[in-house]
């Protein structure tokens, strides 16, 4: 069946630096890479996304990029922040099952100031 | 967001119980998701309903039902609760006619003793 594998699961950086999360799946027909990310306490938000057509995606100090040749795709969070402290999951849909996310089983970031 | 909402928040209740959480939602989305969270497996879909009078099973289904009582409100049973149903239990909507971002409730914190 579907399946998201997300590395790695702890990630602990010193602010200011960059983070690298990353992704592969499974079904070749997945076309549409969401991320979310959970503060603690809270409820998981998207941040960004990226679909099949497009091999990067950029909004402010987030990255995304999409292999899809290898099946792969990935997060990058530049200049990070203690803000940035989070659980972040990467997630697919394929157009068979448009609208039906598969996720990732999450990867806590610790910024340390 | 604001405009998915879960009841109750929290429950602690005793194995064997009938247990019915709700989600209601004021964005006018078609689509309504339950998932559980549990730590190290990330968000692992049980039901979704793309409308009024479609129900779909998600990866972990067994041992719990669903109804989609309105487009506004999807609602999820645990017909007789056991211990490794206690997880945190998200819902989210979504927009059939607008990308596939999810749009997720608070949560309910769900202890089974």
């Known amino acids: 069946g579907e399946n998201v594998e997300q590395h790695p699961s702890t990630l602990s950086v010193q602010e200011g630096d960059s983070a690298v999360i990353k992704c592969t799946y499974s079904d070749s027909a997945s076309n549409y890479f969401p991320w979310y990310k959970q503060e603690l306490g809270k409820r998981p938000q998207l941040i960004i996304d990226?679909?099949?057509?497009?091999g990067e995606k950029k909004d402010q100090r987030i990255a995304v990029t999409l292999n899809k040749t290898a099946k792969h795709f990935s997060l990058h969070i530049t200049e990070t922040q203690p803000e940035d402290s989070a659980v972040y999951f990467c997630?697919?849909?394929?157009?068979?099952?448009?609208?039906?996310?598969?996720f990732g089983q999450g990867t806590t970031l610790q910024v340390k100031p | 967001d604001a405009d998915v909402t879960q009841t109750p928040r929290n429950r602690i209740t005793k194995t064997g119980k009938r247990i019915m959480l709700e989600c209601s939602q004021t964005k006018g989305h078609d689509r309504m998701y339950w998932y559980r969270q549990d730590p190290g497996l990330g968000l692992r879909l049980i039901y979704y309903s793309f409308d009024v009078k479609d129900i779909n099973k998600g990866e972990i289904s067994d041992g719990y039902s669903v109804s989609r009582q309105a487009q506004a409100k999807f609602s999820l049973s645990l017909e007789s609760a056991i211990p490794n149903q206690t997880a945190l239990y998200f819902c989210?909507?979504?927009?059939?006619?607008?990308?596939?971002?999810?749009?997720f409730g608070p949560g309910t914190r769900l202890t089974v003793l």
């Open positions: 990226i679909r099949s057509n497009v």
């Open positions: 997630a697919a849909s394929s157009f068979r099952n448009t609208g039906k996310l598969i």
């Open positions: 989210a909507t979504s927009d059939s006619g607008a990308t596939d971002t999810q749009y």
